[in-house]
C-alpha cells in the first residue's frame, strides 16, 4: 500500500526508518513537513518535534538562481 500511494523510493526510506526505530522526528512547522512526519512517526513509533528552526525560507524572485561571486575576490 505505501508503494502505491508514495513511490518506491519512499517506501526504502519507511524500510530504513522502521529497522532504526528513531525515538524522536524533527520537523520544521510547514504543512508537508508536518504531514510526512506524522505519517513517519505513526509508521515508527517516533515522537514528532515542531522545530522553528528548521523552517524553509522563500527568496521570492530569487528563488532557485545562483548568485556570482567572482567580483568579490
Do not use: C, N
Not at 30 to 43: E, F, H, P, S
Not at 45 to 71: C, L, W
Amino acid at each position: 500500500m505505501w508503494r502505491m500511494l508514495h513511490g518506491e523510493q519512499p517506501a526504502r526510506g519507511m524500510h530504513v526508518l522502521r529497522e532504526r526505530k528513531p525515538a524522536v522526528i524533527y520537523a520544521s512547522p510547514l504543512a508537508r513537513a508536518q504531514q510526512t512526519a506524522k505519517i513517519v512517526a505513526r509508521k515508527t513509533g517516533a515522537k514528532v518535534v515542531t522545530d522553528e528552526r528548521i523552517r524553509e525560507v522563500a527568496f521570492g524572485e530569487h528563488e532557485g538562481k545562483t548568485i556570482d561571486y567572482g567580483d568579490l575576490a
